[in-house]
């Protein structure tokens, strides 16, 4: 072949990069490929394949090719740029920045380097260095509007002033922008503009009309909604959008929502979206063990992980007996401070240390996955009380230094909780404001807080000095100890409030606007713990009513010893249900009849933890999915089989992927430096799959969304077109053009024989290992005909989706004996290399 000229090669990069931008990514590849066989090593080549992988997601090619292009001699800014973008897009953020500060230290004058550059500071959470980077590309571009937006996002972290000004820009150029609006509603109720928040929220709501933009506004308007108690309006918005745009944040705002207005039954099913979210992407727990949902536990061993703070944890111990009910062994793995006192929860088998991992178990469940498993509703929240006893040693020991208090009445006051909440600024008050309640007389006041928060007794006026105990309380042993000798507990949202709950003991809780979930709506009383009294904020931020409520009804305590607990609560009973408004209907978490089945299916995603990591689904939909729910993983067999075939660092294509449950444990067997491309076409359930490959921190997974572009293929110099019969089809694999896989699935639900036939050239080229998932025994003959042209030895492995050891370990088989069929094919070079038994070949 003829070198090209120096115009023909420049007009071949040319048109590489048209394609790729009219989004044919497909014929891009292709006529690169040409160019490199005419020219190998060109170096604008090289980048401009590399440019058109990166545009359609398939970063890890992209990286090596933008490599291959700097080893052949490409030394420029906009390389190190691209190659800084593929690295962070490839989950690579560390050599993302080390590139983008080298294009930078090259071209100091480029916007883009600067933005990219803020973008992947953003992502690392190093809020204050993005800053920094968009301010240099916001000074190069002052009316560039995405540049404006990111910055205003990041300042929003420590400035919510500047973001607004920034986003206020951002509008100027982009009025009509969903994403600009939703982050100016942020910037605004970060400086409790609510109401103006509130409008911003409801413009982006309106614009916000791209499903695909995943800026989901909804979410936010109905977070906004429920802040200011618009719960009927937040569920409204939230119903109407999760089912075609599933969001793991509006999945949980969902529950909290549904929680406050006491839909309990109907709220636990969202709730469990918190695991695909931070912080517990981060804490989840390398147990690979099966969680407990309603699974027989007579003789077992079942641990209670802890999560979030202490005060949550104390208020699910009282599922501790219901679980010991079932006949099994409780273990709690707690923190620190609450492991002496978590020992006297009546069930409670053995109490863990934090940072022990338990070996010897069978399955375990979240404290906060406690009540759903439970199917708890309002009127059967277990609220006998004590659930939580005292230590008598401790209780005499306090008692002693409590002796000399005399007063009519004995009580603790905590008025802060934990700073680093993320709603303790609304929910904590100055000690200075609690005055009213040391107005009155008669009282003595033991401080119970611990921690930091200043305590300036001489800004209170009191008959008596309060005894502060807050620096001599070593844990929650000691607190529950004094608190087991007081008349009553007073304070804000923090866990000696559960605590003094648990005990039984008269507690009054001072409530913000909006306060948690689980003091559900314009409520004085708890069914959670029946001797509380709530006192709620009327205007938001505005503590004088609830204090003022407080004191006046201390003083009527104090006068005639009476109102001091809740009097709406039933008293407790056997079977531990509270007498108040009727909630919705117990949903099970495992449907286990045909009827459960057909309401599982009209339900909206839903969360499973499974044998290789959480994921979300939809109930009900299809057999994988209905797998996932029940048993924990789908096929196991396949996927046993698929783990001993493919090598670490090896490619593997799967299309029709779903929501995932085999893209996880192919990420796993190829390793961090393997990859899986995982092609989807389905809109809601691509997404499901991108959110629970990022839930699951899958740094070595492409999604995309079909097998080609469509588009038409552009003129190219004749030196480098290919021949009109060589032309690749844009829907196949074969089009795509893949290097080195080595292993071509088609799940379950696809059309194996479509794949095929489209995969003719990868197949003789690449040689690929080949597993597709057919509808019955029957199907594997006609397609393994197809398959053996190619040179193939072909099995068909049969999965039953009831295994006895399946990871859920569920002991009824629910599917009723539906198998899972598929077709191995190994090309007839290569060595089987692995147990095949059972197989049958075909």
């Given at each position: 072949?003829?070198?090209?000229?120096?115009?023909?090669?420049?007009?071949?990069v040319?048109?590489?990069?048209?394609?790729?931008?009219?989004?044919?990514?497909a014929?891009?590849?292709?006529?690169?490929?040409?160019c490199?066989?005419?020219?190998?090593g060109?170096?604008?080549?090289?980048?401009?394949?590399?440019s058109?992988?990166l545009?359609?997601?398939?970063?890890?090619e992209?990286?090596?090719t933008?490599?291959?292009?700097?080893?052949?001699?490409l030394?420029?800014?906009?390389?190190?740029?691209?190659?800084?973008?593929?690295?962070?897009?490839?989950?690579a953020?560390?050599?993302?920045?080390?590139?983008?500060?080298?294009?930078?230290?090259?071209?100091?004058?480029?916007?883009?380097s600067?933005?990219?550059l803020?973008?992947v500071?953003?992502?690392?959470?190093?809020?204050?260095d993005?800053?920094?980077?968009?301010?240099?590309?916001?000074?190069?571009?002052?009316?560039?509007?995405?540049?404006?937006?990111?910055?205003?996002?990041?300042?929003?972290e420590?400035?919510?002033?500047s973001?607004?000004l920034?986003?206020?820009?951002?509008?100027?150029?982009?009025?009509?922008?969903?994403?600009?609006?939703?982050?100016?509603?942020?910037?605004?109720?970060?400086?409790?503009?609510?109401?103006?928040?509130i409008?911003a929220?409801?413009?982006?709501?309106?614009?916000?009309?791209?499903?695909?933009?995943?800026?989901?506004?909804f979410?936010?308007?109905?977070?906004?909604?429920?802040?200011?108690g618009?719960?009927?309006d937040a569920c409204?918005?939230?119903?109407?959008?999760l089912?075609?745009?599933?969001?793991?944040?509006?999945?949980f705002?969902?529950?909290?929502?549904?929680?406050?207005?006491?839909r309990?039954?109907?709220?636990?099913?969202?709730?469990?979206?918190?695991?695909?979210?931070?912080?517990?992407?981060?804490?989840?727990?390398?147990?690979?063990?099966?969680?407990?949902?309603?699974?027989?536990?007579?003789?077992k061993?079942?641990?209670?992980?802890?999560?979030?703070?202490?005060?949550?944890?104390?208020?699910?111990?009282?599922?501790?007996?219901?679980?010991?009910?079932?006949?099994?062994?409780?273990?709690l793995?707690?923190?620190?401070?609450?492991?002496?006192?978590?020992?006297?929860?009546?069930?409670?088998?053995?109490?863990?240390?934090?940072?022990?991992t338990?070996?010897?178990?069978?399955?375990?469940?979240?404290?906060?996955?406690?009540?759903?498993?439970?199917?708890?509703?309002?009127?059967?929240?277990?609220?006998?009380?004590?659930?939580?006893?005292?230590?008598?040693?401790?209780?005499a020991?306090?008692?002693?230094?409590?002796?000399?208090?005399?007063?009519?009445l004995?009580?603790?006051?905590v008025?802060?909780?934990n700073?680093?909440?993320?709603?303790?600024r609304?929910?904590?008050?100055?000690?200075?404001?609690?005055?009213?309640?040391?107005?009155?007389?008669?009282?003595?006041?033991?401080?119970?807080?611990?921690?930091?928060?200043?305590?300036?007794?001489a800004?209170?006026?009191?008959?008596?000095?309060?005894?502060?105990?807050?620096?001599?309380?070593?844990?929650?042993?000691?607190?529950?100890?004094?608190?087991?000798?007081?008349?009553l507990?007073?304070?804000v949202?923090?866990?000696?409030?559960?605590?003094?709950?648990?005990?039984?003991?008269?507690?009054?809780?001072?409530?913000?606007?909006?306060?948690?979930?689980?003091?559900?709506?314009?409520?004085?009383?708890?069914?959670?713990?029946?001797?509380?009294?709530l006192?709620?904020?009327?205007?938001?931020?505005?503590?004088t009513?609830?204090?003022?409520?407080?004191?006046?009804?201390?003083?009527?305590?104090?006068a005639?010893?009476?109102?001091?607990?809740?009097?709406?609560?039933?008293?407790?009973?056997?079977?531990?249900?509270?007498?108040?408004?009727?909630?919705?209907?117990?949903?099970?978490?495992?449907?286990?009849?045909e009827?459960?089945?057909?309401a599982?299916?009209?339900?909206f995603?839903?969360?499973?933890?499974?044998?290789?990591?959480?994921?979300?689904?939809?109930?009900?939909?299809?057999?994988?999915?209905?797998?996932?729910?029940?048993?924990?993983?789908?096929?196991?067999?396949?996927?046993?089989?698929?783990?001993?075939?493919v090598?670490?660092?090896?490619?593997?294509?799967?299309?029709?992927?779903?929501?995932?449950?085999?893209?996880?444990?192919?990420?796993?067997?190829?390793?961090?430096?393997?990859?899986v491309?995982?092609?989807?076409?389905?809109d809601?359930?691509?997404?499901?799959?991108?959110?629970?490959?990022?839930?699951?921190?899958?740094?070595?997974?492409?999604?995309?969304?079909?097998?080609?572009?469509?588009?038409?293929?552009?003129?190219?110099?004749?030196?480098?077109a290919a021949?009109?019969?060589a032309a690749?089809?844009?829907?196949?694999?074969?089009?795509?053009?893949?290097?080195?896989?080595?292993?071509?699935?088609?799940?379950?639900?696809?059309?194996?024989?479509?794949?095929?036939?489209?995969?003719?050239?990868?197949?003789?080229?690449a040689r690929p290992?080949?597993?597709?998932?057919i509808?019955?025994?029957?199907?594997?003959?006609?397609?393994?005909?197809?398959?053996?042209?190619?040179?193939?030895?072909?099995?068909?492995?049969?999965?039953?989706?009831f295994?006895?050891?399946?990871?859920?370990?569920?002991?009824r088989?629910l599917l009723?004996?539906?198998?899972?069929?598929?077709?191995?094919?190994?090309p007839?070079?290569?060595?089987?290399?692995?147990?095949?038994?059972?197989?049958?070949?075909l």
């Open positions: 072949m003829q070198r090209p000229s120096d115009l023909e090669r420049r007009s071949a040319e048109a590489i990069s048209a394609l790729a931008r009219k989004g044919s990514f014929e891009a590849h292709a006529l690169a490929d040409r490199l066989e005419a020219m190998p060109d170096t604008a080549v090289l980048f401009a394949k590399a058109a992988l545009d359609c997601g398939r970063f890890a992209s990286r090596a933008y490599e291959e292009a700097q080893r052949q001699g030394d420029s800014a906009q390389l190190y740029r691209q190659l800084g973008w593929a690295c962070f897009q490839g989950g953020s560390q050599d993302a920045v080390a590139y983008l500060t080298k294009a930078i230290d090259a071209d100091p004058g480029s916007f883009e600067h933005f990219c803020g973008l500071l953003e992502a690392q959470a190093r809020y204050d993005a800053v920094v980077a968009l301010r240099h590309a916001v000074q190069l571009a002052p009316r560039d509007f995405q540049a404006l937006l990111e910055l205003g996002k990041c300042a929003l420590n400035d919510s002033y973001a607004e920034h986003l206020r820009d951002a509008l100027k150029v982009r009025p009509e922008d969903p994403a600009a609006w939703s982050n100016l509603g942020f910037a605004l109720a970060r400086q409790d503009r609510h109401v103006d928040s409008r929220f409801e413009k982006a709501y309106a614009l916000d009309t791209r499903p695909d933009d995943n800026i989901d506004a979410a936010n308007l109905a977070v906004a909604y429920a802040g200011e618009r719960l009927a409204a918005v939230l119903h109407d959008s089912r075609s745009r599933p969001s793991p944040f509006a999945h705002n969902y529950a909290l929502a549904l929680l406050a207005e006491g309990l039954a109907e709220a636990w099913p969202h709730h469990e979206f918190r695991l695909l979210m931070e912080p517990h992407v981060s804490n989840r727990p390398p147990y690979a063990k099966p969680v407990w949902s309603g699974q027989d536990i007579d003789g061993s079942v641990l209670i992980r802890t999560e979030q703070g202490v005060g949550d944890m104390i208020q699910f111990l009282r599922y501790v007996p219901m679980l010991k009910a079932k006949g099994a062994n409780v273990l793995k707690v923190a620190k401070e609450l492991e002496v006192l978590a020992g006297s929860v009546r069930g409670v088998d053995r109490v863990l240390p934090v940072h022990e338990p070996l010897d178990f069978d399955f375990y469940i979240h404290a906060l996955s406690l009540p759903g498993a439970f199917a708890t509703d309002l009127e059967s929240i277990p609220h006998s009380v004590p659930y939580i006893v005292a230590d008598a040693t401790r209780k020991r306090w008692a002693q230094q409590l002796a000399g208090l005399r007063a009519r004995r009580v603790g006051l008025w802060a909780g700073p680093k909440h993320q709603r303790d609304y929910r904590s008050i100055d000690f200075g404001m609690l005055q009213p309640l040391f107005s009155v007389p008669d009282v003595r006041f033991v401080l119970l807080q611990k921690g930091n928060p200043a305590v300036d007794v800004s209170i006026t009191s008959v008596q000095e309060p005894l502060d105990l807050g620096p001599e309380l070593a844990d929650f042993a000691d607190t529950a100890a004094v608190i087991d000798e007081l008349d507990v007073i304070g949202d923090t866990a000696v409030i559960h605590l003094a709950g648990a005990l039984g003991k008269p507690v009054w809780t001072l409530l913000p606007k909006p306060c948690d979930w689980r003091w559900l709506h314009e409520r004085d009383d708890s069914p959670w713990y029946p001797s509380m009294r006192f709620r904020q009327r205007v938001r931020g505005d503590w009513f609830p204090i003022d409520a407080a004191a006046e009804a201390l003083r009527l305590c104090v005639s010893a009476s109102h001091i607990t809740a009097p709406s609560i039933a008293p407790s009973s056997d079977t531990g249900r509270v007498a108040t408004e009727v909630g919705a209907a117990p949903v099970p978490t495992r449907p286990s009849s009827t459960t089945l057909q599982a299916q009209s339900r995603a839903a969360v499973a933890e499974g044998r290789y990591g959480v994921l979300q689904y939809r109930p009900g939909r299809s057999l994988v999915e209905q797998s996932i729910e029940w048993f924990g993983e789908f096929a196991q067999r396949h996927v046993r089989m698929l783990e001993r075939v090598r670490a660092g090896a490619t593997v294509v799967e299309v029709g992927a779903g929501v995932g449950a085999h893209v996880l444990p192919l990420s796993a067997a190829v390793g961090p430096s393997g990859r491309i995982a092609f989807e076409r389905d809601v359930t691509r997404r499901m799959l991108r959110q629970n490959i990022q839930a699951n921190r899958l740094n070595n997974v492409t999604v995309l969304p079909s097998l080609g572009g469509g588009q038409p293929q552009a003129a190219v110099p004749a030196t480098m021949a009109p019969e690749a089809s844009t829907d196949s694999i074969d089009s795509l053009r893949f290097d080195g896989i080595e292993l071509l699935k088609v799940a379950y639900g696809s059309d194996a024989t479509e794949v095929v036939r489209g995969a003719e050239e990868t197949l003789w080229r290992l080949l597993f597709l998932h509808s019955d025994a029957p199907s594997s003959a006609p397609i393994a005909d197809d398959v053996k042209q190619f040179g193939y030895r072909c099995w068909r492995v049969d999965a039953p989706l295994d006895v050891d399946n990871f859920n370990r569920q002991d088989d009723q004996g539906v198998v899972a069929y598929a077709l191995l094919a190994f007839e070079e290569r060595d089987v290399g692995a147990s095949l038994d059972g197989c049958p070949e």
